[in-house]
């Protein structure tokens, strides 16, 4: 109960305050978890709210062939109630968002399983739907039991450096403050830490420390006209030095969940760098509330204003384009066309076409119409002609060329496209036109995927196994499943899986043991290393099981080749790399829900790159201190990427130097170089 009424609660913060939602918000349980059926709420409750609960309700009374399918058909579902109402989705979030803030009291299989479920499909819809304060929160609590070492890191840095960072926040909107009442510019100015998830992706995806974040402090400018906010963004260029290539004007190039706002990034006098934010009081509500702000429901009215429905139509062309797709090309296509950063680019007609980041113009010309990608022959790229595989870029004006003599799409063309819905129509094209040609390649394919599992066509052929095959596989006949193969609806691998359980009951052939079991997967094993050659390292690091896996490396003790490494598995986000005398590691190794995360890893022979490492230096307070520091790293040539010092309680000085080394007896050697300076008591790693 207390939790159905946080989800209404929810709601009703969210902006959803009619008397249909915040019902079926209390009720959104009820048809998965009691006896209640569609027509005893509907009954009591009317036929809107039944449709939303229904509409949140999972199939769980369906049987599925995987996990894959099940939440594929899950999220269909989801998606089609939320074509037709998009309070379905929104009681949803609402519901995902106190699972999350209660998350603790889960196991931690539970934990990780929801967690990254959230991270990969409900933050991104709240994303795609404007919810901006949604989404920050469900990626930080998501974030918590994905990489808890990781997440505990930045909030550590972050408590550290918080006095000096309100201080700073505090100065910089006074002076911003002092600026519009000088100008009798009306607005509200508010300041921010960056939120913890988007720190992580910045910190691990690009390498950087925390102080080399550019907006790790933002802040927001509302006034109260369009006018005002490019007259703001002309003050904050005037009072501090705007960063080249960091200014984004989303109020002419709207986002395409309706977001408006000016980004500027800029650098004070402090030489800290920090984002403002520009917008009036409408986009605000926009931003944060994102479909609520103007999707207002009336009791007894459908609620929906002239205009609301195309907001929402990419739901539709969504469900439509993928509509045959299998579980695993629906996720990845889900992925892709809802979740991923977006490019804005122009036809030549001056119009904007939004496409997912790594658009390419095949993506261009499909988003246009079919007909156009199906009969393209080149393109332009801001008046030059070029290859299909080029990506395209902010701001870029492309031109399709096309012909009635075009041949048609390209089988290529499906491993260049990025958005789902380009290669959703190019499998259209080939499963309508090419018929025949596909039959004959995909019974090839399936063959030969038979053969490698060891069963024949004549078994798949028997009369008496057929109708229970084709059920299994969801085609009319054979020939369907060939022609799935051969445009690509289907994988004969997937195929194969589905239907060799079946063959193997007909044959009536013995259950194997586990000894057998285990012996065939020893073997599957050993030939696909053998196939694949020895594994391949990344950043110099083989993780025990796995090749070509992401990797990070910690900075609460920064390893470098030489020292003894674990690996902590982040579910979702790579290998995190801890040296073996890291405190984390030896916190962490024997709670029962972190011990099972750790995995074996090792150094390669030889380093290939150089690595980050910390070390913290404790000396007497003398003038000079760091001077000498400097001269000796400079004699050494060390490659350092930040020096800093501070006195402690005027008797003793502490220096903190970040540092690239190769291996571990480079490090050893600059440290013995640096206790030879006087007044040096102790120098220690980071993590020690």
Partial sequence: MTHCVAAAENCVEMGLA??????????????????????????????????????????????????????????????????KDIRVIMIKIADRLHNMRTMQYQTPGKQRSKSLETMEIYAPIAHRLGMQKVKWELEDLSLLYLDPIG????????????????????????????????WSIGGQISSRIKHIYSIYRKMYSQNKQLNEIFDLCAFRVIVDNIADCYNVLGHVHDMFKPLPGRFKDYISTPKPNGYQSIHTTVIGSEGIPFEVQIRTWDMHQTAEYGVAAHWKYKSGTDGIKAGDEEKFAWVRRLLETQADSDAQDFFHDLKIDMFSDEVFVFTPQGDVINLPAGATPIDFAYGIHSAVGNHMVGAKVNGRIVPFERVLQNGDIVEVLTSKAAPGPSRDWMKIAKSGAARSKIKQWFKKEKRDENIVAGKSIFESELKQGGLTMAAVMDEELQPSILKKLAVASMDDLYASIGYGGMTATKAVNKIKDEIFKSQKLPPKTPVEKMAEKVEYQQKKAAQQGEKHAVHGVLVEGLDNCLVKFSRCCTPVPGDDIIGFITRGYGVSIHRTDCKNYLQSKNNPEDGGRWISVSWTDVPSERYVTTIRILARERSGFIMDIATVLNTLNAKVLSLNARDIDGVKSAAVVTLEVKTLADLDAIISRLKTVPGVSEITRAGD
């Avoid at 939602?21 to 005893?40: F, K, P, V």
């Avoid at 049987?63 to 899950?74: G, H, R």
């Avoid at 505990?152 to 201080?167: C, H, Y």
């Fill in 151 to 182: 997440y505990k890191e930045i909030t550590d840095s972050l408590e550290a450096r918080m006095p000096m960072l309100e201080e700073f926040m505090k100065s910089v909107e006074a002076k911003i403050q002092s600026r519009l009442d000088d």
């Fill in 18 to 83: 009619d008397e249909d939602c915040i019902i079926a918000a209390l009720l959104h349980d009820c048809i998965e978890d009691t006896s209640l059926t569609y027509q005893d709420i509907a009954k009591q409750f009317g036929a809107t709210v039944a449709d939303l609960v229904e509409g949140v309700t999972k199939l769980t009374r369906v049987q599925y062939t995987s996990k894959e399918d099940e939440q594929m058909e899950n999220m269909r579902k989801m998606l089609i109630a939320m074509a």
